[in-house]
């Protein structure tokens, strides 16, 4: 359980996300005024303390959306992961993580108010669309940074929610990726290409478009 605090104070703590039988472990901030949620699916091989994302989760904060970056697997899932990678390309138990992520939310009495996204990144990305689309009346907008529609193909007419795409410029197999998703997604959906940026965003001034430019469609979409 999180503590039953006003949300006109901000929140940065420590939560534990019950997801069917098993406790996920992830980090909650909640601005003051917050309306909307956004929930972070990391991509293979990476945790909530994934450093790309606290700093986009950081200027959604700034924006006044407030974020959950939690882990998708378990200590011990993660341990056997390593060694088999047995869970990290597991995209439909990820997505109903993500599902079950959702229904606590809903149950929190200080977050249940909140309009709910998701930010994916890399395979996330896959998995953040699958389970946007088994909660169309839930989920309010999508954004995916260099993500795998592709693991979703099945999926991508029955999403609901405005999807941002955003992928490098310097990416050519995800940007291909991409143009062949966006084509069935809603027509509310977009692809954003960043100039010189590949897969990781490292280069200057990359990720910060990124952060920009999912802040902007989850204002406008989560309120």
């Not at 909307?36 to 989760?57: I, K, M, Q, T």
């Not at 993500?98 to 994916?120: C, E, K, M, N």
Request: net charge neutral; hydrophobic share 45%; with cysteine.
């Amino acid at each position: 359980m999180i503590p039953h605090t006003h949300l006109a104070e901000v929140l940065s703590t420590p939560v534990v996300v019950s997801a069917g039988d098993i406790g996920l472990a992830g980090d909650l901030t909640v601005p003051e005024g917050a309306k909307g949620l956004v929930v972070f699916a990391h991509g293979s091989g990476s945790s909530r303390r994934s450093v790309r994302n606290r700093r986009v989760a950081k200027t959604l904060n700034g924006r006044g959306l407030a974020t959950l970056l939690i882990d998708l697997l378990t200590s011990g899932e993660e341990e056997i992961d390593q060694r088999t990678r047995q869970y990290r390309f597991d995209i439909p138990l990820l997505a109903d993580r993500l599902v079950d992520i959702a229904r606590w939310v809903g149950a929190q009495p200080t977050l249940s108010g909140l309009h709910l996204g998701y930010f994916g990144a890399s395979t996330g990305g896959g998995a953040a669309l699958i389970a946007a689309a088994r909660q169309p009346d839930r989920i309010g907008a999508v954004v995916s940074r260099g993500g795998r529609p592709d693991l979703a193909a099945a999926f991508l007419d029955k999403v609901r929610a405005p999807v941002l795409l955003i992928v490098g410029g310097n990416d050519p197999q995800v940007l291909e990726l991409n143009e062949q998703a966006l084509r069935g997604l809603n027509a509310r959906s977009k692809l954003s290409v960043v100039p010189g940026a590949t897969h990781l965003f490292e280069e200057p001034g990359c990720l910060e478009s990124v952060a920009d430019q999912a802040a902007d469609w989850f204002k406008k979409y989560l309120g």
